[in-house]
């Protein structure tokens, strides 16, 4: 096809080189065949012909032979059967197919004839008698035979000459057909030397400088044959490709500008998310966000106006220490954007809660366009969701503190329970034993109902202990040394501390919580287990955290939740808010084992759910 979609004619019969090299290579092809054929031909026409001669060769050797046992048996050396077997050999020799074939022609053929017919019209009649006469007759047969293999001798002559007659004829056909395909395959080289490998080194110039993006040059040969042809088809093609060319530079600009945008646009998509996923969201934050939106879409201004609640959940911090929760943040405080009907608005929403209104006031060129509408769009959602996820944190930092004075309120209330119990029952024996007038029965009663306050204000106290306690800035191994101490003073036992390397690497929240259920565990141990050795070991076991309180005392009850109230509960709903789990065991030795294991990594709450 030619510029435009104009096709270029073919070559005619006369102009095809791919016929002349046809007609070339179909020749030489044809006289190969020939040269092949006449060789197979001859050779299968002299196929047993040195057989032959051999055959008729040995004729002459086995004639003499027969004279030879004919002189034997005349002398008496050897018996007359000698003589018949010979000429039979000879009969056999002179008689075989392998003469025939050779004898094709009919002078050899004839001689052939000659020799068979003088060996049974002269030869073979005279053997009977030539051994047994010594006379005139004998010595005739031997005269016959000299005769008779001077036959043999012409008909070996014959057969020589036919055979190699045959090997001439080979040989002129063979040098033929050679100087035939000699002559047409010089013709082929002239053809190809003169009209394939001028033009070919052209056009492959050509393709090199097309390859290198120069398409002003054109093959010079154009002639009428198919490299002409093609010829004429490259040089439409290179002209096509300057076209082409030329309109994907055009595209390849237009594209460029596209990429470009886009690459602005992801930037600010990835800038967006790496800001508000790297802490809270905050005025410093949004701010700069807002100005690479209004750099990235060409906007003249951008602001972004708050709902008061989303506003309150920004982390803003001024220099006086107080919180600030700015209600419209602009990329440009000196610069907000004006409200108009050019002013492009984009609510922030998420999960069908609207958090703000995005404003965007345009550029004097209109940027920012309808393909960046849908960007900012994302930016919104971007900005939305990082709110949602903070109002959400809020929220479950509020959970967690109501969960954590909700189990501060059932510790209370378990002791004090137990406590008022005990003193309403020995009030009523106080009061079934007034009436008797038995002073020291008086006096054992208050005594008892002084004993069971004293228990009551011992455990409120010990409560309010655990409400206010605080961990040291020297970590939770100091924290635990300390609760050792103090439960061993008061309970009597000696308590072992082993803090082994790695487990420092705890966060506050998970300490708070190992703290509390280590002391909860010797609280038990204190007042219920009646032990006088008690260990608390602390290891880190690859990713998990491994907390164990053993204790030679009694052991656990059949009941262990009744006896001990909601301690337990309390410690299982800790390990759970470590994402671990615990179990309470008795060792075979006697005594009660806590185990607490939990993930090393797992994500603390804010501090706002980790008080006890």
Not at 294 to 321: F, K, Q, W
Request: aromatic share 4%.
């Amino acid at each position: 096809m030619g510029a435009g979609g104009e096709r270029v004619a073919g070559p005619g019969l006369r102009d095809s080189l791919m016929l002349r090299m046809g007609v070339l290579l179909g020749g030489i092809a044809l006289f190969a065949v020939i040269g092949m054929g006449s060789s197979l031909t001859i050779a299968e026409a002299g196929r047993g012909d040195a057989a032959a001669i051999n055959l008729a060769g040995s004729l002459r050797m086995q004639s003499y032979r027969i004279a030879t046992q004919v002189a034997q048996v005349r002398a008496g050396v050897a018996p007359p059967a000698r003589v018949d077997e010979a000429g039979a050999e000879f009969e056999r020799r002179l008689g075989s197919r392998v003469l025939d074939r050779a004898a094709g022609e009919d002078a050899r053929r004839d001689l052939l004839a000659q020799v068979r017919g003088h060996w049974q019209s002269a030869i073979r009649p005279l053997l009977p008698v030539a051994a047994t006469d010594a006379g005139a007759r004998g010595d005739g047969f031997l005269e016959r035979v000299d005769a008779y293999v001077a036959d043999i001798d012409r008909l070996v002559t014959a057969l020589e000459q036919g055979a190699e007659a045959k090997l001439v004829w080979l040989r002129w056909l063979q040098a033929l057909a050679l100087g035939a395909c000699a002559i047409l395959a010089a013709l082929a080289w002239r053809e190809v030397h003169r009209c394939v490998l001028p033009p070919l080194r052209d056009l492959l110039a050509l393709a090199q400088r097309v390859r290198g993006g120069d398409f002003s040059r054109r093959a010079a040969y154009t002639g009428a044959d198919e490299l002409g042809v093609l010829g004429q088809a490259f040089n439409a093609m290179a002209g096509d490709l300057a076209k082409l060319y030329a309109d994907l530079e055009t595209r390849v600009r237009e594209q460029t500008r596209a990429l470009r945008q886009s690459n602005r646009s992801l930037q600010l998509l990835y800038d967006t998310a790496r800001r508000l996923g790297a802490g809270p969201p905050a005025a410093a934050t949004l701010r700069p966000l807002l100005g690479e939106a209004v750099r990235s879409t060409g906007a003249a201004a951008a602001a972004l106006h708050l709902e008061p609640e989303a506003a309150a959940a920004l982390d803003e911090i001024d220099g006086r220490g107080g919180a600030t929760a700015p209600d419209c943040i602009a990329a440009d405080p000196e610069r907000p954007p004006r409200s108009d009907a050019a002013t492009l608005r984009i609510e922030v929403a998420d999960q069908g809660r609207r958090y703000g209104v995005l404003e965007i006031e345009r550029a004097a060129d209109g940027a920012p366009g309808p393909e960046h509408q849908r960007l900012l769009e994302t930016v919104a959602q971007h900005i939305a969701a990082c709110l949602h996820a903070r109002q959400r944190d809020l929220s479950q930092r509020r959970l967690a503190l109501l969960e954590e004075r909700n189990v501060i309120a059932r510790e209370l209330h378990d002791s004090l329970a137990q406590s008022l119990s005990y003193l309403k029952i020995q009030v009523s024996r106080l009061q079934s034993a007034l009436p008797a007038g038995q002073p020291a029965q008086v006096t054992d009663i208050l005594g008892e109902l002084r004993e069971g306050l004293g228990s009551a204000y011992r455990e409120l106290r010990e409560l309010l202990v655990t409400f206010r306690i605080a961990m040291p800035e020297t970590g939770l191994e100091t924290a635990l040394a300390r609760a050792l101490a103090e439960f061993g003073s008061r309970g009597g036992l000696a308590i072992e501390l082993d803090f082994a390397p790695g487990a420092q690497a705890l966060s506050p929240h998970q300490e708070i919580h190992v703290l509390q259920i280590v002391r909860e565990a010797l609280s038990n141990i204190v007042h219920h287990a009646r032990a006088r050795h008690a260990r608390v070991s602390l290891a880190r076991c690859g990713a998990r955290i491994r907390v164990h309180i053993d204790d030679d005392g009694v052991g656990l009850g059949d009941n262990p939740g009744r006896e001990r109230h909601y301690g337990l509960t309390i410690m299982r709903e800790r390990a759970r808010s470590l994402g671990g789990e615990i179990a309470f065991l008795n060792r075979d030795g006697g005594g009660c084992r806590v185990e607490l294991g939990f993930p090393a990594s797992a994500a603390a709450p804010s501090d706002g759910g980790s008080s006890p």
